[in-house]
């Protein structure tokens, strides 16, 4: 019988490193973005690690989620902001002016869901450690 993850992996291909750079993170701050309505400027926690600003447009989490956070050197499998969703490698960005240093994942984001699904923040269990190497386990 396979796990989940090799399950994942055999469906949608994914290798091994598929998830490189990307972490569980805690919400530790969500503010309203300076100079957009419909962003945020969300603060993350990766445990002992420093405290990563994220510029987010997603409004399905909150304050205390524990979420999937890329870093740069990230691999974005299928990307919302393209209309064939070429992949990516992460890199730091400045978006309207405020720096992001990462990107909080939905799960098509990462090859883990179907395009035409809503593109909602993936909220993992509360179980998970801030700062662990995410793995679709890690999903509720």
Not at 75 to 97: M, S, T, V, W, Y
Request: aromatic share 6%; charged share 25%; proline share 6%.
């Amino acid at each position: 019988m396979l796990s989940l993850t090799n399950l994942l992996k055999k469906i949608f291909g994914l290798q091994s490193s598929g998830f490189k750079n990307i972490f569980a993170a805690k919400v530790s701050s969500i503010e309203k973005h300076p100079n957009a309505d419909r962003l945020r400027v969300v603060k993350l926690n990766l445990g002992s690690r420093e405290v990563y600003p994220v510029i987010c447009g997603a409004f399905n989490f909150e304050e205390g989620d524990v979420v999937a956070l890329a870093l740069p050197g990230a691999e974005i499998k299928q990307n919302i902001h393209d209309k064939n969703h070429k992949p990516f490698i992460l890199e730091k960005a400045k978006i309207r002016g405020v720096e992001s240093q990462g990107m909080i994942c939905a799960r098509f984001e990462l090859g883990l869901g179907p395009l035409d699904e809503r593109p909602e923040i993936m909220v993992l269990k509360t179980s998970v450690a801030p700062g662990s190497q995410f793995t679709p386990k890690m999903l509720k």
